[in-house]
């Protein structure tokens, strides 16, 4: 059954997807498509979304993460947000036209996820949500932004060497530039996976809520290697060879990682986060978190 919720998401998803299409049509027809259009599409959705989430919020009495397509949406909101904060400090136009797209197929995949099954676990409820959830979204959110400026940078390359000098290479921003928000992007979000990461070893060392053998759990494990990738990155970044190309496919293999662990754990009898609760269904039934 469709409720008002329902109609919001949707309204957001129509709002993202037509923000998609006008910065992809203003790189190659600025004529018929103005950026501007994309910016006030981008933004009416990002208010829709917002209020959702804070709907969601009040009704659930904590963050809205109390099922899987909770945490989707809010972690799509958490890109926007970044991609926002560093569209205004750094004002890349062309960011917008691959970075929309994204989060335009995001949020249309977040429709599966609707009537998911998947909620968050009782005796993680009592979980301290925020310490642990809200670094992680953003650092999260932030390898987001890191993965589609490293599709920028290899696309950019790719432009020089076969000497292609249309639309797309006018409107890229030079190599040196996309390699520094692309460092930028990664140091800014691992310092928050690392605090969501810590957070979260201390309340289920201290909690219990794992078992004795908590290490082992796949989203743990997957988080872990996560956290590796983007720690040998920084590290091998801090050396002058490693950089640009190199960079950028490591960039986007640790993002590949972060769905993986965000979604492809929940696959593997993951205990960490959501569980299947069969007499309850789709997003309605987040009503709140037991204290």
Not at 51 to 59: A, N, T
Not at 74 to 97: D, K, R
Not at 178 to 204: A, E, H, N, R
Not at 252 to 267: D, E, H, N, P, Q
């Amino acid at each position: 059954m469709l409720t008002l919720i329902h109609f919001i998401f949707f309204s957001v998803i129509l709002l993202y997807v037509l923000s998609s299409v006008w910065e992809v049509g203003n790189i190659f027809s600025p004529a018929k498509f103005h950026r501007n259009m994309a910016r006030y599409f981008m933004l009416a959705g990002l208010c829709f979304h917002t209020g959702l989430l804070v709907f969601l919020g009040v009704r659930a009495g904590n963050i809205p993460i109390t099922n899987l397509f909770e945490s989707f949406i809010l972690l799509v909101w958490c890109i926007l947000f970044v991609f926002n904060t560093l569209h205004y400090i750094h004002n890349i136009p062309s960011l917008g036209a691959f970075l929309m797209p994204f989060v335009a197929l995001l949020s249309c995949a977040g429709i599966l996820l609707v009537w998911s099954d998947l909620t968050i676990a009782t005796n993680l409820q009592r979980f301290w949500l925020i310490a642990h959830i809200i670094p992680i979204f953003f650092g999260y959110a932030s390898f987001a932004v890191a993965f589609i400026v490293s599709i920028m940078y290899l696309t950019q390359e790719r432009q020089l060497k076969i000497k292609a000098f249309g639309s797309l290479w006018e409107h890229l921003p030079p190599l040196e530039t996309l390699d520094s928000i692309m460092w930028k992007s990664i140091t800014f979000g691992f310092p928050l996976l690392t605090l969501g990461l810590v957070c979260g070893t201390f309340w289920v060392k201290v909690s219990n809520v794992l078992g004795e053998t908590w290490y082992l759990d796949p989203k743990v494990l997957f988080g872990t290697a996560t956290w590796l990738i983007y720690a040998a990155l920084l590290h091998l970044r801090l050396g002058a060879s490693f950089h640009g190309t190199k960079v950028a496919c490591l960039t986007i293999a640790g993002f590949v990682l972060v769905l993986v662990t965000f979604l492809g754990t929940f696959f593997l009898g993951s205990e960490h986060g959501f569980q299947k609760i069969p007499e309850k269904t789709g997003i309605v039934w987040s009503e709140g978190i037991e204290e």
